[in-house]
C-alpha cells in the first residue's frame, strides 16, 4: 500500500527484498535524493525501538543515501532515539499513526485532482518528522 501511495505522489519507488532485506521496505527516488524507508505494522501493538531506527539508518549512510525514514502504525519507544548518534538524527525521519494517514490523505487528494502534485521532497517534510 505505501508503495503505491509514494509512487502517486511521484516518488520512484523500488520494493526491499523482503525479510533479508536489512531493514528496508521501499527505497523511494526523487530529482535530489534517495531514501530508505522501514514500515513496521505490528498486530500486537509493540513499538519500534532503537535497533529498528538504528538499522534503518545505517543502510541509508552504507548506500549513499539521503536519508531513511521509519514508519510505524504503534509509535516508537520513549528511548529509541537514545542509540542514535547525531549525525545519523540528521538523516532520519520518522511517522507515526498520523503521518501515515496523513501520507495516504495527500495521495487521494492528488489522485482525485484535489490537490496539484507536491515535490517530493516537500512531502517528506510534511508528513515526517526528525527526532
Request: aromatic letters at 6%; a positive charge; glycine letters at 12%.
Amino acid at each position: 500500500m505505501l508503495a503505491a501511495v509514494f509512487e502517486g505522489l511521484g516518488f520512484g519507488v523500488t520494493c526491499g527484498r523482503g525479510s533479508k532485506d536489512g531493514g528496508v521496505d521501499l527505497r523511494l527516488t526523487t530529482p535530489s535524493n534517495t531514501y530508505v524507508v522501514q514500515a513496521k505494522h505490528w498486530v500486537s501493538g509493540k513499538k519500534v525501538g532503537a535497533s529498528t531506527l538504528q538499522a534503518t539508518v545505517t543502510v541509508a549512510m552504507l548506500e549513499g543515501h539521503g536519508g531513511a525514514i521509519v514508519l510505524s502504525t504503534s509509535g516508537f519507544t520513549r528511548n529509541a532515539a537514545t542509540a542514535i548518534t547525531s549525525l545519523q538524527r540528521a538523516r532520519l525521519r520518522i511517522g507515526e499513526r498520523w503521518e501515515i494517514h496523513s501520507l495516504c490523505r495527500t495521495y487521494v487528494s492528488v489522485d482525485h485532482g484535489l490537490l496539484r502534485p507536491l515535490d517530493p521532497d516537500d512531502v517528506l517534510k510534511m508528513h515526517t518528522r526528525s527526532l
